[in-house]
């Protein structure tokens, strides 16, 4: 597609809409099984038609909730710039369409206001990326991670304020240990601006949500929960199964490296391959399908790199169910 080229959205995007969407936790509204992360591949040094295209057609087929944060890039902020182009060259018209999500937290700009959770980094924090993307509020803000040298109280409220004064619709937390999550939900419960959802990091091969306890209390709660990273960066794909092929997230070694290939995440790789052959799955399909069978997940929220990678992220709507023999194995 050409810069010049217009963009209309395919008409035919609502059409698996009783299969595509799940209701997050006790609140009004609908996410997709599979969103879309701007992390990787729509920094500046990305292609720009490479990654508008990515983003046309996750909308075309859908997806109606994007994930982006402050310092997704590289550089820093260009991820929210790509989107603004894209914001404002094509979807302007679909903005209430979408379900647009940003986050602050980690290492944004130099000094001491820049980074972790205070109130004055995520309020000016969240006014920069609305500057980005071209958009005058964001539809969930998410504080990136714990910080535990701010009051808990000052990043909550700060939340609390950014909602109240319409610059965000949702709350959201990420990467918050159990008992912080706890105070969180409390302290946002108490002040009528109930905690929509949590980012953490659920895979095949990571279930730390599962496993403290998270997962559980978000579903006890009506919280939802969207897992990032769910192919743990590309892992869980054919992609590594043979070699570290050129121009992969690996190859770039920036937050993938090849030390995670070690001979016993090689076996697990082959074991999943097996099993998604035995499906007649791509492995892709068959670790987002895992992930959306866990109780109290909304959500998973894919990377690509290209749209035919989005495509085989987006079969697993429609995987078959696990035998028991298939869930021991992928233990
Ligand atoms: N809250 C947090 O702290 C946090 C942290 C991390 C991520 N996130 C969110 O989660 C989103 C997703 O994270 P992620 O990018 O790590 O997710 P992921 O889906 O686990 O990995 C995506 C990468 O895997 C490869 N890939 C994806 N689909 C593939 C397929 N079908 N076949 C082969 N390779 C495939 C691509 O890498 P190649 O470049 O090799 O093609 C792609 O860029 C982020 O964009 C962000 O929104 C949040």
Known sequence: ?????????????????????????????LLPKVSLGLWHNFGADDPLERSRSILHSAFDNGVTHFDLANNYGPP?????????????????????????????????????????????????????SLRRMKIDYVDLFYSHRYD???????TLQAIVDIVRAGKALYA?????PLEA?????????????????????????DRAPHDE???????SRGVGFISFSPLAQGLLTERYLH???????????????????????????????SIADGRGENMAQTALAWILAQRGVTST????????????????INASPFSDEQLRLLK
């Open 172 to 176: 959201g937390i990420s990467r918050w």
């Open 76 to 128: 820093y902020g260009t991820a929210e710039e790509t989107f603004g182009k894209i914001m404002e060259r094509d979807f302007r018209t679909y903005r209430d369409e979408m379900f647009i999500s940003t986050k602050a937290g980690y290492d944004m700009w130099q000094g001491p206001y820049g980074n972790w959770g205070s109130r004055k980094y995520l309020i000016a924090s969240l006014d920069q």
């Open 213 to 219: 306890g998270i997962l559980d209390f978000c579903h």
């Open 1 to 29: 597609m050409t810069e010049q080229e217009r963009y209309t959205a395919s008409p035919d995007r609502y059409n698996n809409s009783e299969t595509m969407y799940r209701r997050c936790g006790r609140s009004g509204i």
């Open 301 to 316: 929220l894919v990377g690509a790199s290209s749209v035919a990678q989005l495509m085989r992220n987006l079969s697993c």
């Open 243 to 273: 070699d570290v092929p050129e121009g992969s997230r690996m190859s770039r070694g920036r937050t993938l490296t090849p030390e995670r290939l070690t001979p016993e995440l090689l076996e697990y790789l082959h074991t999943l391959k």
């Open 181 to 205: 999550l706890k105070f969180a939900y409390d302290y946002l419960s108490e002040r009528d601006v109930p905690l929509l959802i949590y980012q953490g990091r659920l895979n095949l091969i």
């Open 148 to 154: 535990p040298h701010t009051p808990l109280e000052e």
